[in-house]
């Protein structure tokens, strides 16, 4: 089993859970699971065409998925993954 | 702009995170600063307990406006997701939760920008997640207000923040 962290911001679309614990190969699978425990969390991980939104990070312990290999990288029990929101601003146009 | 009272949603906020917010955004002038809210939820009401400065990384690694300047953070901030990593660990260890971020408006109100809610889309909109906006004028802290994204992310809405 891998471990699925849930940013305090998208609880409320998980029951409230701040991770969950899943059966995966790989982070694709692992978020595929997730969302199909909780299908409301979809629409705010993945774009209409199915990708990851631009502002969805996805890490494996301490690596970005993005410099692995995407949704195809491996999992192993134990390893702990984690959704994180990017959080960018500022003030004029 | 008063605080709307249509929704339930209330932050509540340390003296010490209070000055801990106003330093950092006093220290960073004119650029601006960011960081996380550590505390607890309770309900609709959060406490912040602990105000942990982040490092302004903005280098334009996302695209808030055509204007963008990836030099310039006396406009911009980026919360480096693996700043956010780590005070998710540090909030866990100590029981507590992030349950938002903060951020600081140099010599303009404590009032979201455009900017701020495009950027603010990784959060989801109509969730309790705070946007804490420190203003500062001429270097010396202002203003403070407690933001939330509503509507699917439409459109920022103020709520109640209460200093204790």
Redesign the interface.
Known sequence: MATI?I????R??ADGS?SVALEADTVGALLRGLVEQHPTLGK?LFSEQGKL?????I?VG?E?IRYLEGEETPVAGGDVV?I?????????? | MGAHKGHPYMLTLSADAAETIARHAEATYPDECVGLLLGGLDGDVKTVVRALAVENRWAGQVSLADTDNAESRRDRFYLDPRDYLRADREARAAGMDIVGCYHSHPDDPATPSERDRVGAQGVGGGTGFAFVIQSVRDGRAAEVASWLLVAEGARFEQEELALV
Request: zero cysteines; hydrophobic letters at 40%.
């Open positions: 962290t940013p305090t911001a998208l409320q679309y701040a705010h939104r631009s502002f969805v990070n890490y301490d970005d984690s994180i929101p990017a959080i960018a601003g500022g003030m004029y146009v």
